[in-house]
């Protein structure tokens, strides 16, 4: 009994996972549009507010999918980047407005842009005490600020969570107490989404 009973979460889990995961991006990309939306496919003579309402949101999806590959194809094509400049500057003066912009900006920079990794190397720190070890994603050098106030050199460590790696810890630490691991970043999020079910690789 208790067997079938893994086996059956094991089955059914990956799918609950990634059901809601979809959910969840999906209600977080349309919830801007679907009043507007909704407003036009409730016209369609179909009875239930619950159809329509999917409808929409595929809608809405189908847009905007289609939005961003033109925007990027006119970027690549045209010089669109001057009218970004131009946005950004007129963003940037804006009080505010400015700090969460430019923010964001940094932010998505850092996590997708394409001449350098996010993160360097994956360690094993200690966290949150002594003798308790974490896995750690080193993402650059500390603010010089910091390695002065310390007297020595640290390193930013990003410490995700289990299992939603989004969220998670930002320690700076002094390179000697790091310990570099053999593991890509993406067998090390493997690995903490997965609760450590799923094992990295062994290099031969």
Request: proline residues 6%.
């Amino acid at each position: 009994m208790k067997k079938y009973f893994i086996t059956g979460l094991v089955t059914l889990l990956p799918l609950a996972v990634t059901t809601w995961v979809v959910h969840f991006f999906m209600n977080f990309l349309t919830k801007p549009f679907i009043g507007f939306v909704y407003v036009l496919t409730n016209q369609i003579p179909i009875a239930s507010p619950q159809l329509i309402r999917v409808i929409s949101q595929i809608c809405i999806l189908i847009t905007l999918v289609i939005f961003t590959w033109f925007l990027g194809f006119v970027a690549r094509k045209f010089f669109f980047n001057h009218l970004i400049r131009f946005g950004d500057a007129i963003l940037i003066k804006i009080p505010l407005v400015n700090k969460v912009y430019k923010t964001s900006k940094e932010i998505v920079s850092a996590l997708f842009g394409a001449k350098e990794k996010s993160f360097k190397q994956v360690v094993l720190l200690p966290f949150p005490y002594q003798g308790s070890y974490c896995i750690g994603l080193i993402t650059r050098d500390a603010p010089h600020t910091c390695s002065e106030a310390e007297k020595s050199e640290l390193l930013s460590v990003f410490i995700p969570t289990t299992p939603n790696p989004s969220t998670g810890f930002l320690v700076m630490s002094n390179r000697s107490e790091l310990i570099n691991l053999d593991m890509s970043t993406e067998e090390a999020i493997k690995y903490v989404v997965s609760c450590a079910v799923i094992q990295p690789e062994e290099k031969k």
